[in-house]
């Protein structure tokens, strides 16, 4: 249904049917990416999430904020990147203009307001980053390259 209206998902992504999406056009998915029950998608502005990445339930994607000097407070859209092979845990908030790098993991409960960097573990509010994951691209490359 979100292909309908505009929305370019991978077939092979998942949205789950209790996710909600503000505006299907803006929502990009790459290949196997998921969007959990209950994930919240204002996507104002285009919203990417990459392939192999995952958006657990609860959490919000929030793709614009408002002009606070302005009295009318001016929507203004800002986009979110989510990386390959992330993972956005439980009830994380994922501020506007917002990009977090590929294969990192965003704890539950987290509040993201700056950009994060790849593989990496990161957690609190605001999420800062807590140590390096214990994988890396290069082992994916590995092992996608390696015989099963």
Not at 30 to 53: E, F, K, R
């Amino acid at each position: 249904m979100l292909r309908l209206f505009g929305a370019k998902i991978h077939r092979t992504s998942r949205v789950y049917p209790k996710a909600r999406v503000w505006l299907p056009g803006n929502l990009i998915m790459g290949p196997y990416a998921c969007l959990g029950d209950d994930s919240n998608c204002y996507n104002v502005a285009t919203i990417t999430i990459g392939g192999w990445a995952t958006v657990s339930q609860f959490a919000y994607l929030c793709g614009a904020t408002h002009d606070s000097e302005s009295v009318a407070f001016t929507l203004i859209p800002k986009p979110i990147t989510i990386g390959e092979r992330a993972w956005i845990a439980a009830d994380v908030y994922v501020a506007p203009g917002v990009t977090i790098g590929a294969g990192t993991v965003v704890g539950a409960r987290s509040s993201v307001f700056k950009d994060l960097p790849p593989w990496q573990i990161c957690v609190g509010s605001p999420a800062r980053p807590i140590r390096a994951r214990g994988v890396s691209a290069d082992d994916y490359q590995e092992s996608a390259d390696s015989p099963s």
